[in-house]
């Protein structure tokens, strides 16, 4: 049984506490609690001693420096043949497969390039299945009959050979080899970096399989450019291909580096598992929009001018809703490229965090009680003729075909819902869904008044009333098709998929995330349904049907259809919680029992179908999501456990010793009725005494559970009690250990607080 760890003599003092597990130590009369917060004071005198200050300086206007580290095509130019520069050409405006035949002088171009640059090593970039970014460095030096020189060639451009069983791989890896292959994606720019050329690649096994997150989003962009040039095709046979365009909102935490290093949990975990709040964080109201802190400014001025540099253009800067928290946004651009430069976007403010003394947080839910942090994306389709297929016209056509792809898309997000959702859910972004501050963890779209009452129109084949007109221009489409009209609602912070105007923001994706996951999901769900949507039209046409009246009979079958997943209400209610359910949308609730729908016929099929993966490779990613989140999970628990053995215990047991002193020397004075002068002293010691034994005794209880779980050997069972047992016994230890700290002196208290990180 637990015990309290009271040094204590006095037995008339016991029995008055009333508690029978009491260690007596006898000959202790003096405590010591000087170092028991040393660590914490180190940490903020240091803090109080940082300075604001610029390491990353730029003489001139951005535009004089921008991109000067990317190696984009017009530089190409000056460093290869036409023939090398037009085969990297069609690989990059239209994905031709490059010629290896050229690949020796491309490279030769791109060493030539890096070593201006002051390059002296090379680096295939991958994104491996673990949300970061890999990197194994390369020197050009080489060394023949006794000479250095420098070399790069098309084989080491084209390919390299990672460590494999270094990243998860979720039983693809079927040899006893480790190797595994990265190969240049022409597609996304290389640049210099730290000395270092760096080449943006794809990562698959031994024997071929994706176990990245870029292999499979170029093929669902593959797959969504035949399936939407199709349907565009039906408005503008000139329409030859489609690209996803992506822009992608970063929000984060910054903690001062002293402070951080202060925490074990933010160290380990990326969040703390314990802290009570702060007296004052955000109920206020008063850090969204306000004033940036010079030292945070200074720290976003120079990771903008690093950023600007490798070509990432960011337009945005501001605070966010909680303390210490911001907000940086790029221009939106082509997919594959937007991913890879929020990456090495999130790799750059770490950089440039240390020569601030700073540190950034992206874990979702980094601190309780104030709002966790997202990553937004902001999602369209521009066809190869610069049109975007997400914004209404001016013209009936245009319109018709905006109509087209809306319905499409909210079909897809109808149909596959919870896979969607699904796709966004981690450990870490559970803290946060659900939750008043973020997107519910059930899908639905936003719409608008204007467009909702369009579609609402469609569906009863109803003209659109005059009210909703306004005074805005209308435009009207055919066969007495109601008005499109530009929309003029509030947009719905509580929607994770909302319409805004020309383009969908999926705002569910968390922020410490690689956006890949849920883009290739997003676009392999949209293709399948214009797909549907083509197919469903060419019926009609074959039926004698006018192609301008099957495609509006399909748009209207799409809507009704998917009429379930529109909702312009407040997504935090209970009452949508309780109508999204009769609705029959699945809200992800745990995120393990989420997991199953990878194995859900519907979703193999899918993405087997459209080429973007195989079966085995879904059933690896459903691995991989099991493990992650079971180790994850776990190094929480140790951390939560080793935080209340180590820090948390033996701050409280300190000052309980102190307070029997005190308690010892009143008694001393007053004699028996010592009781009347000490009833606070005591009654703090009988809530120090019980929540000592809670949190030792449901440690220990953790730790069980830990074991139980520990002796499943299948991923999936493993994860579903992680996910139950141990992060609700971590809860219940969490409540105690934070009760401690607002019981124990704050001069004793070891770790920095929440005021203290938070409003450094």
Known sequence: MPLSFWACKDSEISRKLSMDFIIFVPNLTKYSFIGMATFRQRALDEASMHETGRFFVEEG???????????????????????????????????????????????????AWA??????????LFHPLTDSTAEKHEAFISFKDGKAFEKFNGSALVQQEPDASSFPNGGLRNTFEARGYSAWDPSSPVFVMDGTLCIPSVFVSYTGEALDTKVPNLKSMHALSEAASSVAALFDENVKSVKVNLGIEQEYFLVDESLYNARPDLVLT?????????????????????????????????????????GILLQTRHNEVAPNQFECAPVFCEATKAIDQNMMLMIIMQKVAEKHRLKVIFHEKPFDGVNGSGKHCNWSLTTDTGVNLLSPGKTPTKNLQFLSFYASVLRAVHKHHYLLMTSVASLSNSYRLGGNEAPPAVMSVFSGSTLYSVFQAIMNMKDIKESVASSQESIKIVNSIPEIFPDNTDRNRTSPFAFTGNRFEFR???????????VYVLNSIVAESLNEFKAYVDALELAGEVRSSAVMAVVRRFITESRDIMFEGNGYSKEWEIESEARGLKAVKNVTEAYEVYHEPQTVELFDRLGVLAPNEVEARFEILN??????????????????LNHVIPAAVKYQNILIENVKGIKDIFGDSFMEYCASEVET?????????GVSADVESLVEARKKANRIDDIAERAKVYSHEVKDMMEKVRLSADNLEMLIDDEMWPLPKYRELLFF
Do not use: W
């Open 61 to 111: 206007p951005v535009s004089k420096y921008f991109g000067q580290n990317v190696l984009d095509l017009d530089k190409m130019r000056g460093y290869m043949s036409q023939q090398a520069y037009e085969a990297v050409l069609a690989s990059v405006k239209f994905g031709a497969k490059l010629d290896r035949g050229v690949s020796n002088e491309i490279a030769s171009g791109m060493k």
């Open 115 to 124: 070593m201006e640059m002051g390059a002296t090593h090379y680096t295939h």
């Open 270 to 310: 990326g969040r703390t598992v314990i802290g009570h709040t702060s007296a004052k964080d955000q109920q206020l109201e008063d850090h969204y929009f306000g004033a940036i802190p010079s030292r945070v400014r200074a720290f976003m001025k120079d990771f903008e001018t690093e950023a600007y540099k490798l």
């Open 508 to 518: 569910a994706v968390g922020s410490s995330q690689n956006v890949a996951s849920a």
């Open 627 to 644: 493990e992650t989140y079971v180790k994850k999970l776990q190094i929480e628990a140790r951390i939560l456990g080793d935080m209340c």
């Open 685 to 693: 010691l009988k809530k120090i005494s019980l929540y000592i034994n």
